[in-house]
């Protein structure tokens, strides 16, 4: 079964650094996401990808935040400057067009 | 705008009891409606989804949900709960994107032996 892989699973970085999340979605799909989990609550729309570009971001989604597909494959949101309060669990989705989304694993971020 | 309501974030039931989680949501166009759990530590596994036409959709391990749009409701049954069936369950809504979804608090299911 195809599957959206998500590295890494678990990333723990000091206040203030610099984070990229990465996510290879399956072959096919033109639509990617990105969603954040803080612990203990509920799943948070972050931003929406397709035909390299931003398509829709939540209020979340600030210049804090970036993302992007540089090579094909690869689908990365990038966390500048990290902040304490942004720990938590990020999920990539994607989804071929008004599918169902797929989910990867998740990468737990522990900021410290 | 787009929500979802989910009632009782800890719903706890005897292993082969009737499992109900209750899920209400608020939109604007005809919804796209799901159900995701979620084991502890893992990521969203997809339950059921319901798009168009048959408004009763069964997914996997024995759920069920019952799109009524009468009563913007789409509740997750399972006859007979397992014990693995302990987790978190999340129903989420979309307008027009399977993707973009908005989802409820979760409720954590809890089954004793």
Same mark, same amino acid.
């Given at each position: 079964?195809?599957?959206?892989t998500?590295?890494?699973s678990?990333q723990?970085?000091?206040?203030?650094?610099?984070?990229?999340?990465?996510?290879?979605?399956?072959s096919?799909?033109?639509?990617?996401y990105?969603?954040?989990?803080i612990?203990?609550?509920k799943?948070?729309?972050?931003v929406?990808?397709?035909?390299?570009?931003?398509?829709e971001?939540?209020?979340?989604?600030?210049?804090?935040?970036?993302?992007?597909?540089?090579?094909?494959?690869?689908?990365?949101?990038?966390?500048?400057?990290?902040?304490?309060?942004?720990?938590?669990?990020?999920?990539?989705?994607?989804?071929?067009?008004n599918?169902?989304?797929?989910f990867?694993?998740?990468?737990?971020?522990?900021?410290? | 705008?787009?929500?979802?309501?989910? /009632?009782?974030?800890? &719903?706890?039931?005897?292993?082969?009891? =009737?499992? +109900? !989680?209750?899920?209400?949501?608020?939109?604007?166009?005809?919804?796209? /409606?799901?159900?995701? &759990?979620?084991?502890?530590?893992?990521? =969203?596994? +997809? !339950?059921?989804?319901?798009?168009?036409?048959?408004?009763?959709?069964?997914?996997?391990?024995?759920?069920?949900?019952?799109?009524?749009?009468?009563?913007?409701?789409?509740?997750?049954?399972?006859?007979?709960?397992?014990?693995?069936d302990?987790?978190e369950?999340?129903?989420a809504?979309?307008?027009?994107?399977?993707?973009?979804?908005?989802?409820?608090?979760?409720?954590?299911?809890?089954?004793?032996?």
């Amino acid at each position: 079964e195809p599957e959206v892989t998500q590295t890494p699973s678990h990333q723990v970085t000091q206040m203030g650094q610099e984070v990229i999340l990465r996510c290879v979605p399956i072959s096919n799909h033109l639509y990617f996401y990105w969603y954040r989990q803080i612990l203990g609550q509920k799943v948070e729309f972050l931003v929406s990808f397709y035909n390299n570009e931003i398509s829709e971001k939540s209020e979340i989604f600030d210049d804090q935040f970036s993302v992007e597909r540089p090579d094909g494959s690869n689908f990365t949101l990038k966390i500048r400057s990290t902040k304490l309060e942004d720990s938590a669990m990020y999920f990539c989705a994607t989804t071929l067009r008004n599918t169902e989304a797929f989910f990867g694993q998740g990468t737990r971020l522990t900021v410290v | 705008a787009q929500s979802v309501t989910q /009632l009782g974030s800890h &719903v706890s039931v005897s292993e082969g009891a =009737l499992v +109900l !989680l209750r899920c209400n949501y608020s939109s604007s166009v005809p919804p796209y /409606l799901f159900w995701y &759990v979620q084991y502890p530590n893992q990521g =969203l596994q +997809l !339950l059921l989804k319901y798009t168009t036409g048959a408004t009763l959709v069964k997914g996997i391990n024995g759920f069920e949900a019952e799109f009524k749009k009468s009563e913007t409701s789409f509740h997750l049954t399972k006859p007979s709960a397992h014990m693995s069936d302990a987790a978190e369950y999340f129903c989420a809504v979309s307008e027009n994107n399977a993707g973009k979804s908005t989802f409820g608090d979760g409720t954590t299911l809890t089954v004793k032996p």
